[in-house]
């Protein structure tokens, strides 16, 4: 089963406006994570949230946890240029290996924000 | 704030021939990964390390495939004989706590491609 699917695809807004992406999942998680990608370049860690929180703010960010329908979202408000970027989720297996565990990542939402 | 670094940035390679990936991981973490992302695909798991031994692997890591962490600080991957399908960006992580229970920091990315 493929776990962390994103939508939408992709997203093109204006600066200042507020950008929601969202993810689902198939299997129990323990947290879920969100990590960002700029065009090219290496995955940043933005935000982790667990499973028993439903919601987490950071600065611009916050997201969401509907574990009874195994979903999130990330929402990013006044959103800047510099926000362009792929958004992913991802999310460690339920039995975390203390021998080091995978994430597993979504397709990714592609983020434009237009000056 | 700590980084994991990757050398080299870009590698062009013939067919056949074999890389070595190099990887630089946060000097207090002691579990480590390499994750690849095909160009428009998702980002997918290759392995995990920990205590100089693999710990976990996923089916695209098979034999042409190993890691290494030749001294203290590096952690290596090598593609022995390359193909066409290999070429990707191929991502270091590192992370302090192996459950995944904690976000993880991955490098810039080595775009490999494979002519």
């Known amino acids: 089963s493929q776990q962390g699917e994103e939508d939408p695809q992709a997203l093109s807004i204006q600066e200042g406006e507020n950008a929601t992406m969202n993810c689902s999942y198939k299997?129990?998680?323990?947290?879920l994570q969100w990590y960002r990608q700029n065009s090219g370049r290496g995955l940043v860690h933005l935000i982790l949230?667990?499973?028993?929180?439903r919601e987490k703010h950071s600065g611009r960010l916050r997201v969401t946890l509907d574990t009874s329908k195994k979903s999130s979202s990330l929402l990013i408000t006044a959103s800047r240029a510099a926000d362009t970027a792929s958004y992913f989720c991802a999310t460690p297996p339920l039995e975390g290996r203390t021998s080091g565990s995978r994430l597993t990542f979504g397709e990714g939402t592609q983020l434009t924000v237009n000056p | 704030e700590p980084e994991v670094t990757q050398t080299p940035s870009h590698q062009v390679t013939q067919m056949g021939q074999e890389v070595i990936l190099r990887c630089v991981p946060i000097s207090n973490h002691l579990y480590f990964y390499w994750y690849r992302q095909i160009l428009g695909q998702k980002v997918e798991f290759l392995v995990s390390?920990?205590?100089?031994?693999?710990?976990?692997k996923s089916e695209i890591f098979d034999d042409q495939f190993s890691v290494e962490r030749p001294d203290g600080s590096n952690f290596t991957l090598k593609i022995r004989s390359t193909k066409l399908e290999d070429s990707a960006m191929y991502f270091c992580?590192?992370?302090?706590f192996g459950t995944g229970g904690a976000g993880y920091t991955f490098g810039s990315g080595t775009r490999l491609t494979v002519v």
């Open positions: 299997t129990s998680i323990n947290n």
């Open positions: 390390f920990y205590n100089n031994e693999i710990s976990e």
């Open positions: 949230i667990r499973s028993n929180e």
């Open positions: 992580a590192s992370s302090q």
